[in-house]
Protein backbone atom coordinates (compact mmCIF):
# COMPACT_ATOMS: atom_id res chain seq x y z
CA UNK A 1 0.00 0.00 0.00
CA UNK A 2 1.08 3.89 -0.77
CA UNK A 3 0.70 6.79 0.65
CA UNK A 4 1.77 10.69 0.60
CA UNK A 5 4.07 10.96 3.46
CA UNK A 6 1.55 13.50 4.86
CA UNK A 7 -1.16 11.26 4.97
CA UNK A 8 1.05 8.65 6.56
CA UNK A 9 1.65 11.52 9.20
CA UNK A 10 -1.92 12.44 10.14
CA UNK A 11 -2.20 8.86 11.28
CA UNK A 12 0.04 9.98 14.20
CA UNK A 13 -2.39 13.03 14.76
CA UNK A 14 -5.22 10.59 14.68
CA UNK A 15 -3.62 8.22 17.00
CA UNK A 16 -2.91 10.46 19.78
CA UNK A 17 -6.67 11.72 19.35
CA UNK A 18 -7.78 8.28 19.53
CA UNK A 19 -5.53 7.26 22.75
CA UNK A 20 -7.16 10.63 24.46
CA UNK A 21 -10.98 9.42 23.28
CA UNK A 22 -10.09 6.09 25.02
CA UNK A 23 -8.83 7.50 28.36
CA UNK A 24 -12.22 9.37 27.94
CA UNK A 25 -14.19 6.41 27.55
CA UNK A 26 -12.21 3.99 30.42
CA UNK A 27 -12.56 7.52 32.55
CA UNK A 28 -16.61 7.47 31.79
CA UNK A 29 -16.33 3.73 32.66
CA UNK A 30 -14.36 3.55 36.03
CA UNK A 31 -15.64 6.98 37.80
CA UNK A 32 -15.40 6.30 41.44
CA UNK A 33 -19.22 7.72 41.56
CA UNK A 34 -20.42 4.51 39.82
CA UNK A 35 -18.82 1.72 42.25
CA UNK A 36 -20.60 4.07 44.54
CA UNK A 37 -23.64 4.08 43.69
CA UNK A 38 -24.04 0.13 42.87
CA UNK A 39 -22.33 -0.18 46.76
CA UNK A 40 -25.19 2.19 47.80
CA UNK A 41 -28.11 0.53 45.66
CA UNK A 42 -27.43 -2.45 46.98
CA UNK A 43 -27.32 -1.56 50.43
CA UNK A 44 -30.79 0.36 49.91
CA UNK A 45 -32.25 -2.67 48.11
CA UNK A 46 -31.01 -4.76 51.25
CA UNK A 47 -32.70 -2.25 53.59
CA UNK A 48 -35.95 -2.56 51.48
CA UNK A 49 -36.37 -6.11 51.92
CA UNK A 50 -35.75 -5.63 56.04
CA UNK A 51 -38.25 -2.74 56.16
CA UNK A 52 -40.92 -4.98 54.28
CA UNK A 53 -40.21 -7.61 57.12
CA UNK A 54 -40.44 -5.35 60.04
CA UNK A 55 -43.66 -3.51 58.77
CA UNK A 56 -44.66 -6.54 58.81
CA UNK A 57 -44.02 -7.50 61.83
CA UNK A 58 -45.33 -4.31 63.51
CA UNK A 59 -48.61 -4.58 61.32
CA UNK A 60 -49.01 -8.29 62.92
CA UNK A 61 -48.05 -6.67 66.56
CA UNK A 62 -50.57 -4.06 65.92
CA UNK A 63 -53.58 -6.75 64.96
CA UNK A 64 -52.76 -8.85 67.48
CA UNK A 65 -52.77 -5.87 69.88
CA UNK A 66 -56.15 -5.08 68.72
CA UNK A 67 -57.66 -8.49 69.48
CA UNK A 68 -55.90 -8.61 72.92
CA UNK A 69 -57.42 -5.42 73.95
CA UNK A 70 -60.88 -6.49 71.84
CA UNK A 71 -60.66 -9.65 74.31
CA UNK A 72 -59.96 -7.55 77.09
CA UNK A 73 -62.83 -5.37 76.87
CA UNK A 74 -65.02 -8.16 76.05
CA UNK A 75 -64.06 -9.32 79.96
CA UNK A 76 -64.43 -6.15 81.65
CA UNK A 77 -68.20 -6.04 80.05
CA UNK A 78 -68.86 -9.10 81.14
CA UNK A 79 -67.19 -8.11 85.03
CA UNK A 80 -69.32 -4.96 84.58
CA UNK A 81 -72.24 -6.78 84.23
CA UNK A 82 -72.22 -9.61 86.37
CA UNK A 83 -70.75 -6.61 89.44
CA UNK A 84 -73.97 -4.97 88.32
CA UNK A 85 -76.06 -7.87 88.84
CA UNK A 86 -74.31 -8.80 92.00
CA UNK A 87 -74.16 -5.34 93.11
CA UNK A 88 -78.25 -4.94 92.60
CA UNK A 89 -79.46 -8.37 94.88
CA UNK A 90 -81.04 -9.43 92.22
CA UNK A 91 -79.55 -12.98 93.37
CA UNK A 92 -80.60 -14.42 96.30
CA UNK A 93 -79.79 -17.79 96.13
CA UNK A 94 -76.94 -18.58 98.04
CA UNK A 95 -75.94 -21.05 95.35
CA UNK A 96 -76.29 -18.56 92.47
CA UNK A 97 -74.51 -15.77 94.85
CA UNK A 98 -71.58 -17.97 94.93
CA UNK A 99 -71.78 -18.71 91.00
CA UNK A 100 -71.73 -15.44 90.22
CA UNK A 101 -69.08 -14.29 92.92
CA UNK A 102 -66.47 -17.06 91.67
CA UNK A 103 -67.55 -15.93 88.14
CA UNK A 104 -66.00 -12.46 88.45
CA UNK A 105 -63.24 -13.25 90.80
CA UNK A 106 -62.01 -15.69 87.30
CA UNK A 107 -63.17 -13.41 85.00
CA UNK A 108 -60.68 -10.52 86.98
CA UNK A 109 -58.42 -12.75 86.62
CA UNK A 110 -58.59 -13.56 83.27
CA UNK A 111 -58.99 -9.49 82.77
CA UNK A 112 -55.36 -9.33 84.55
CA UNK A 113 -53.89 -12.05 82.41
CA UNK A 114 -55.23 -10.47 78.99
CA UNK A 115 -53.92 -6.78 80.30
CA UNK A 116 -50.63 -8.62 80.53
CA UNK A 117 -50.62 -9.49 77.26
CA UNK A 118 -51.71 -6.84 76.17
CA UNK A 119 -49.06 -5.11 77.48
CA UNK A 120 -46.22 -7.24 76.02
CA UNK A 121 -47.32 -7.22 72.92
CA UNK A 122 -47.57 -3.31 72.96
CA UNK A 123 -43.56 -3.71 74.11
CA UNK A 124 -42.34 -6.12 70.97
CA UNK A 125 -44.55 -3.31 68.71
CA UNK A 126 -42.89 -0.33 70.29
CA UNK A 127 -39.52 -2.26 69.46
CA UNK A 128 -40.51 -3.70 65.85
CA UNK A 129 -41.80 0.29 65.17
CA UNK A 130 -39.13 1.76 66.43
CA UNK A 131 -36.72 -0.79 63.90
CA UNK A 132 -39.03 0.18 61.05
CA UNK A 133 -38.30 3.80 61.69
CA UNK A 134 -34.32 2.75 62.15
CA UNK A 135 -34.12 1.25 58.79
CA UNK A 136 -36.41 3.81 56.72
CA UNK A 137 -34.22 6.85 58.11
CA UNK A 138 -31.18 4.57 57.40
CA UNK A 139 -32.75 3.85 53.75
CA UNK A 140 -33.73 7.59 53.27
CA UNK A 141 -29.85 8.77 54.29
CA UNK A 142 -28.41 6.24 51.87
CA UNK A 143 -30.98 7.27 49.04
CA UNK A 144 -29.99 10.55 49.54
CA UNK A 145 -26.15 9.92 49.16
CA UNK A 146 -26.91 7.77 46.46
CA UNK A 147 -28.83 11.52 44.91
CA UNK A 148 -25.88 13.12 45.31
CA UNK A 149 -23.11 10.50 44.18
CA UNK A 150 -25.06 10.21 41.01
CA UNK A 151 -25.55 14.23 40.49
CA UNK A 152 -21.45 14.17 40.86
CA UNK A 153 -21.34 11.32 38.15
CA UNK A 154 -23.78 13.33 35.79
CA UNK A 155 -21.65 16.41 36.44
CA UNK A 156 -18.71 14.53 35.73
CA UNK A 157 -20.26 12.66 32.55
CA UNK A 158 -21.30 16.11 31.12
CA UNK A 159 -17.26 17.35 31.32
CA UNK A 160 -16.17 14.15 29.66
CA UNK A 161 -19.00 14.11 26.88
CA UNK A 162 -18.18 17.90 25.96
CA UNK A 163 -14.34 16.90 25.66
CA UNK A 164 -14.80 13.47 23.78
CA UNK A 165 -17.47 15.31 21.36
CA UNK A 166 -14.70 18.17 21.03
CA UNK A 167 -12.17 15.86 20.48
CA UNK A 168 -14.25 13.81 17.89
CA UNK A 169 -14.96 17.00 16.50
CA UNK A 170 -11.18 17.62 15.58
CA UNK A 171 -10.74 13.46 14.69
CA UNK A 172 -13.40 13.63 11.94
CA UNK A 173 -11.39 17.31 10.11
CA UNK A 174 -8.23 14.40 10.05
CA UNK A 175 -9.54 11.71 8.93
CA UNK A 176 -10.94 13.72 6.18
CA UNK A 177 -7.43 13.94 5.28
CA UNK A 178 -5.95 10.14 4.96
CA UNK A 179 -7.17 8.16 1.95
CA UNK A 180 -10.04 5.50 2.62
CA UNK A 181 -7.75 2.16 2.42
CA UNK A 182 -4.84 3.74 4.68
CA UNK A 183 -7.81 4.73 7.19
CA UNK A 184 -9.42 1.42 6.46
CA UNK A 185 -6.01 -0.51 7.70
CA UNK A 186 -5.37 1.88 10.00
CA UNK A 187 -9.26 1.21 11.46
CA UNK A 188 -8.59 -2.37 11.38
CA UNK A 189 -5.40 -2.56 13.12
CA UNK A 190 -6.78 -0.15 16.13
CA UNK A 191 -9.54 -2.59 16.43
CA UNK A 192 -7.13 -5.62 17.17
CA UNK A 193 -4.55 -4.04 19.48
CA UNK A 194 -6.00 -0.26 20.46
CA UNK A 195 -3.43 1.48 18.20
CA UNK A 196 -3.66 1.16 14.81
CA UNK A 197 -0.05 3.58 14.32
CA UNK A 198 3.12 4.74 15.48
CA UNK A 199 6.08 6.52 15.18
CA UNK A 200 9.44 5.22 13.75
CA UNK A 201 12.12 6.97 16.44
CA UNK A 202 15.33 5.99 15.32
CA UNK A 203 15.46 2.32 15.10
CA UNK A 204 12.67 1.44 17.41
CA UNK A 205 8.52 1.34 17.18
CA UNK A 206 6.82 3.37 19.66
CA UNK A 207 4.24 1.15 19.27
CA UNK A 208 5.52 -1.68 21.08
CA UNK A 209 9.16 0.24 22.37
CA UNK A 210 10.77 -2.70 20.22
CA UNK A 211 13.95 -2.02 18.60
CA UNK A 212 14.19 -3.15 15.13
CA UNK A 213 16.65 -5.47 13.52
CA UNK A 214 19.62 -4.01 11.04
CA UNK A 215 17.90 -6.24 8.23
CA UNK A 216 14.66 -4.12 8.86
CA UNK A 217 16.03 -0.82 9.12
CA UNK A 218 17.34 -1.64 5.36
CA UNK A 219 14.41 -2.77 3.82
CA UNK A 220 12.77 0.41 5.61
CA UNK A 221 15.59 2.25 4.34
CA UNK A 222 15.55 1.18 0.68
CA UNK A 223 11.25 1.77 0.66
CA UNK A 224 10.06 4.45 -1.01
CA UNK A 225 8.72 7.46 0.94
CA UNK A 226 5.35 7.01 0.30
CA UNK A 227 5.05 2.80 0.88
CA UNK A 228 3.13 2.30 4.00
CA UNK A 229 5.55 0.04 5.90
CA UNK A 230 4.83 -1.89 9.14
CA UNK A 231 6.61 -3.00 12.08
CA UNK A 232 7.25 -6.81 12.07
CA UNK A 233 6.89 -7.38 15.57
CA UNK A 234 3.49 -5.08 16.77
CA UNK A 235 2.05 -5.01 12.90
CA UNK A 236 1.37 -1.70 13.62
CA UNK A 237 1.83 0.49 10.51
CA UNK A 238 5.14 2.89 11.29
CA UNK A 239 4.91 6.54 10.36
CA UNK A 240 8.41 8.15 9.49
CA UNK A 241 9.40 11.51 10.40
CA UNK A 242 12.58 13.46 10.67
CA UNK A 243 13.01 11.94 13.86
CA UNK A 244 13.70 8.75 12.36
CA UNK A 245 16.81 9.25 11.72
CA UNK A 246 16.16 7.21 7.87
Do not use: W
Not at 23 to 34: D, G, K, N, Q, W
Not at 160 to 165: L, N, R, T, Y
Amino acid sequence: MKAAPAAQKRLLDLAELDSVIDRLAHRRRTLPELAEIDEISARVARLATQAIAAETEAGDLAREQTKAEADVDSVRVRVERDQKRLDSGQVSSPKDLASLQSEITSLNRRQGDLEEVVLEIMERRETADAQVAKIVAERDRLTADRDGAEDRRDAVFAEIDKESAEVKGRRSGIVADIPADLLALYEKLREQSGVGAAMLQGARCLGCRTSLSIAEINRIKACSHDEVIRCEECRRILVRTPESGL
